[in-house]
Every structure is written in C-alpha cells, then in structure tokens.
C-alpha cells in the first residue's frame, strides 16, 4: 500500500503501476528505467514518505520464461528506487534474478532476495531513506544437505523478516552449469 492509499501494483509486463481502489484507476507510473524496458517488474516495498523500492528480475527473460534466467545467469536483474518526485535510480545491479524486497521495520534497510544466488542483500539507508552500503545479509540458503531451494520472496513483519516462498528443489546439474551458462 502507497501512502495515498493506493496499491501499488508490479505487472512483469507492464511495469510498476498504482491501482486507486476507491476509483478502480489505475496509473502507469513506470515502464523504463535509463532507456531500459522494465521487462520483468517483481516486488515492491514503500516508505512512508511514498519513495519505492521494487526489483526487475531480468532485463533477458521475461516472466514466462523465468527458468530460462536462472539457468543462463544472467545476472541482469537489479534493485530500483523511486522517490516521491518520480526520480528512479538502479540502487543494485547485476543481480542474479532480483527477486522479493522488503523494508526493515526501523526502516534502516531495504532487502532484496537474489533468487540465482540464494542470497539475501541489505542496503543500508541512511537518515533520510537514501541507499547507503550494500552488504549480504543471508546467504547459501539451504535447508538440508541435498537439496537447496531457490529463495524467492521476502517480507518484513513484526521485526521479523521472512523468506516466503521457496520455488522449488534444485537439481544437482543445475548447481554445476551455475559458473557455465
């Protein structure tokens, strides 16, 4: 939800979009970013001053095609912010498939998920809600010692930041051709 009320909305084809559910109007408010087509608008997240921070998994794949990034490694996915006045800028580049992005709950950090590596990075932000360092926060998501899953969205809540959903085991080539697309 935006601060005016409205849901935002990130349509994989359309771009990043504002749904006002009083009217049912719903607003196209980016298809591009530095001339680059938005061709796989993921997830968002909002501060309370209305700036978002939402991913585009690929700039190769679009989402019909999704496997086909991870298997690639493309690498081309990235992090993006848009402040109040409109201005967009690519916070974090070369993300292996951007995926989920939360807000911390002291609204210090941004979290994004990076499906093709299962890791989680953290931008730090600073006083005034601008990106600051970008660290990995968590990182060979794994949960046993066979099979990894591919972490996909991540939400905070209660303090709590939770990896949602999990797309699917790995196969073992799969891990292998990672370093050989």
């Known amino acids: 939800m935006a601060p005016d009320g409205r849901i935002l909305v990130c349509d994989a084809h359309r771009g990043l979009l504002a749904l006002d559910p009083a009217t049912g109007e ?9 001339g680059d087509r938005l061709l796989f608008t993921n997830n968002a997240a909002v501060m309370p001053d209305g700036t978002i921070w939402f991913s585009d998994s690929s700039r190769v794949w679009p989402i019909e095609e999704w496997k086909n990034d991870l298997i690639e490694h493309t690498c081309t996915g990235r ?20 995926n989920g992005v939360a807000l911390t709950a002291e609204m210090d950090a941004v979290l994004v998920a990076e ?25 060979d998501l794994a949960f ?8 996909t969205g991540v ?9 949602g959903s999990l797309v699917e085991p790995a196969i073992a080539w799969s891990d292998a051709l990672v370093d050989h697309p």
């Open 79 to 98: 992090l993006l912010r848009r402040t109040p006045d409109g201005m967009v800028t690519t916070v974090v580049d070369r993300l292996c498939f951007a």
């Open 155 to 163: 939400r905070e809540h209660d303090g709590r930041v939770w990896l």
């Open 26 to 34: 719903l607003e196209t408010l980016l298809t591009e970013v530095d």
């Open 144 to 151: 046993d010692a066979t099979r990894w899953h591919l972490a």
């Open 115 to 139: 499906t093709g590596t299962r890791t989680i990075r953290r931008v730090a932000l600073g006083a005034d809600g601008s990106p600051r360092a970008t660290t990995t926060w968590a990182e």
